[in-house]
């Protein structure tokens, strides 16, 4: 018994399967027009969209020197190396570097 | 012009030395420490490789390298971990960065690795993290998902040809290598939104796209209350997304991803609800899973 | 020499880097620019995002790329998958050449992240001139190395820093990408002639000139990138213009990063110094062919 309904969700998994590809392959072969792109967008439950688009997360590698940490984390204890962070903005010196 | 020319051995040592002084751990006061670790002076040390100059010695332009070393690094782990920072709140986040970054330093040329391990060491050292290291410990696991779903691999997605006339009970498929399956204690999913919001909304919104700072110091959000939740971190056309799972839903997809077949990953549902009509709810699933491409060939 | 083999014959002009900030305007307004350069390290990835807005820059725009982890200086064996994985961007963003620091960064397969100047000596150019050329060799593809800004000099140095520059390129037949705001902040920091350096440049084998805006602090300046150029160092950009001839030219902008029109604003201003470049040229020429007459 158990054996065949297992069997049946299983044909129901693949079938979802099969319509889930096939939609997604009509997708892929019409070009995206905004009308469509929106049924598409519709009829896919994608979950929450993260707050920060990924296109605005940061470069991960530059050829710039550090003298201070941009991020509210960097510096140990906060208090001396990135004492005058602030500061130091805009005014061509930091009391944290000789 | 010296007599001696510098031989390539000399160069290696030289190199080794350097870049012992500049990745060594910085003092309490985020300065390059005063004494080696033989026991002299630092001082000493460097000055027998680096030249001073008329305003720096030489210990004082190592030390430029070796506060820019720590300052890169950590500001990169900021940026991948910035829940966990608000988890553990600037002290402790610091203290982790540094013990990590001693323990696992960077062995790959690129920054996107850089926190590739922090969820190991956190079960190394739960030290670092109490009271809240089991919190700490997932939300580490939840950021490194975002970091694979931002710009991991991927494979080409079934297709419908692979699937025609597959029999369940052999069919063993693959989630695609960008999706993270993470069960959590907390909802972690609701709460780095919210976090993100929280420090938007502290952004200057100058037109024209442009780089802004934090303004004030982050009033966050309260850390969340403890619920079990079900995610799925993953991208779709490109973006980040954080899909809530229903736990039949996870537990299928997880079996699916360790290796079982279809048919033994639908056992998995049943054993949630026996009495329950799975099958409507299991196609709808599936039809949506395969449409954002979830699935790839198992290798 | 505005194309020559070492940017592989390219006249680009003038160019901005490209960055995350500027993403948004740049594929919804898409403004003119000459052409972008990209850090490589930034796209070595396997999927995303980031190269999801790398091929529509490239459907529109000429891009360059330009590394920060190829540490050619340094003395570990080349990493092959990073190797490879730069390969397939190469082949991707089909850049005319490829530009990385002299410098080295990583020791016995840690990696600082950092451009970390070597010590000028013999033994350090033979290195980093054969690791030049086999990455050259293994890309397929011109190479330029870029002189860094520097905080500290070796005592085992043997010559100074154009000497190494030139011992460098000369040894491996390669380009060099000339920093002048490199220039000028090594001068401050080591007390030499920002003059003496630029003219001590085989001109001929620069491919490509960065400018860039840099920190004075009381004792020593950095590098940081982080506004525009300072009058000195279009002086100097002048000076390397006028010696080398109109020559694709970038501004690195990494840090407080203002809008896209405000970077490229800036970076056009090196247009007055080419334009002037090219007049010379063509009156000099113009005498030339006068007094053969
Ligand atoms: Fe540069």
Sequence with gaps: MKSSTQFSIAAAALSGLLMGTAARAATVAVPTTPANHQSIQKSVDAGQKAAIKLADSADKHDCAGKNDCKGKGGCKTGDAGCKGKNSCKGKGGCATNK | MKLKRQTHAELCELQRRTGSAIMRRLNGASRMQ?????GRRTADVVAEFIKPNDRLTSFDRIEIYNRQYWFRLIDCLYDDYRGLHAVLGQAKFNRLTIEYLDRYPSRCFTLRNLGSRIGQFLDERPDLIQPRAELAREMAKFEWAQVVAFDGPVETPVTVDDLLGANPTKLRLALQPYI???????PLDDWSIALKNSANTLRSEASNAVESEAKTAIERPKLPKKKTV????????????YKRLEPAAFAMLAALRDGRTLEAAVGAVMESNEDRDWSAEVQKWFANFTSMGWFCRRK | MPANRFNGFTDLGIGIGLRVPHYSHILSKKPTCDWYEIISENFMCDGGRPLEVLDEILAQYKVVQHGVSMYFGSTDPIDRLQLRKLKELVKRTKTPFLSDHLCWGSVDGTYTHDLLPVPY?????????????FVRDTLEIPIVVENVSSYAEFHASEMNEWEFLSEVVERADCGILLDVNNIYVSSQNHGFDPYDYLNGVPFDRVGQIHIAGHSKFEKYTLDTHDHAPIPPVWKMYAHAIEQVGSTATLLE????????DEVHGTALKANRFLSQSVDQRKTKKRLLSTSAV
Aim: net charge neutral.
């Design chain 3, 121 to 133: 000596t013999f033994a350090a150019a033979k290195n980093t001139a054969e690791r030049i050329k």
């Design chain 2, 34 to 38: 005063q004494t080696w670790m033989d």
């Design chain 2, 230 to 241: 079900f995610v799925a971190v993953h991208r779709y056309q490109n973006m980040l997304y």
């Design chain 2, 180 to 186: 993270t399956l993470l069960e959590l204690h907390w």
């Design chain 3, 253 to 260: 902008w990494d840090a407080h990063i203002p809008s896209f």
